[in-house]
């Protein structure tokens, strides 16, 4: 169902990301992070200009649903607010669609197709979350692929190991623009989480791009 108009803290701007003009920068300075098993990350700190505009806009303006899933014997609310965008249906700001796009183009000798979809999380506040667990719908779940997420709003740490469990291996704190691309065999081999926070949190909005047949 569509939930109403978030109720969230305030978000705690960016003091590097104070211009109006709502762009992705450059993408010459990402970093490849190697992870075992043929998986790797790249990592690019404060890609879009704009970003905390970029937020405010999306937050207020896209028909968040709030959904519930089956968990043992009980109906739970699902800890973050959802869209999707598939394939063919405009994106909610020009600026994602230029993101896309830009993506597609310097991916595109590696990844061999376009980013073609794109899939929005809210997370509210620190009670949000999402579990460990892998793009592993579709061709992901047999074939290298990538995820591309660009993140909005305050840093919230992502988090990976390798599938099977373990300590984890690698946090970034993304936020107020930043980029991280997962590929190779990332979405079988490894598992990601956004954590709960216990202490006092803003919000942060996620958007992840996929290529064709990849959930």
């Keep these: 169902?569509?939930?109403?108009?978030?109720?969230?803290?305030g978000l705690q701007g960016s003091l590097f990301d104070q211009g109006a003009d709502i762009r992705p920068g450059p993408l010459d300075g990402v970093r490849r992070i190697a992870l075992e098993r043929g998986a790797w990350a790249d990592h690019l700190p404060g890609w879009f200009h704009g970003a905390d505009a970029l937020f405010e806009e999306l937050a207020a303006g896209v028909p968040w649903q709030a959904e519930e899933r089956t968990m043992y014997d009980s109906v739970v609310a699902v800890p973050r607010l959802l869209a999707y965008y598939r394939e063919g249906v405009p994106l909610p700001h020009p600026a994602l669609l230029d993101a896309r796009e830009a993506l597609s183009a310097h991916y595109a000798d590696e990844l061999g197709e376009p980013f073609v979809s794109a899939g929005l999380c809210l997370y509210r506040d620190g009670r949000d979350s999402v579990a460990w667990h892998g793009d592993r719908t579709g061709r992901s779940a047999t074939h290298d692929t990538m995820v591309a997420i660009l993140s909005l709003g305050d840093p919230r740490?992502?988090?990976?190991r390798p599938r099977g469990g373990g300590p984890v291996a690698l946090r970034l704190p993304l936020g107020h623009g930043d980029l991280v691309v997962m590929g190779g065999?990332?979405?079988?081999?490894?598992?990601?989480a956004?954590?709960?926070?216990?202490?006092a949190v803003g919000p942060r909005i996620s958007v992840q791009f996929r290529p064709r047949g990849v959930g």
Excluded: G, V, Y
């Design 185 to 192: 065999s990332c979405q079988r081999t490894w598992e990601h």
């Design 1 to 9: 169902m569509t939930a109403p108009r978030p109720q969230m803290p």
């Design 157 to 160: 740490d992502l988090a990976l």
């Design 194 to 199: 956004i954590p709960k926070r216990s202490r």
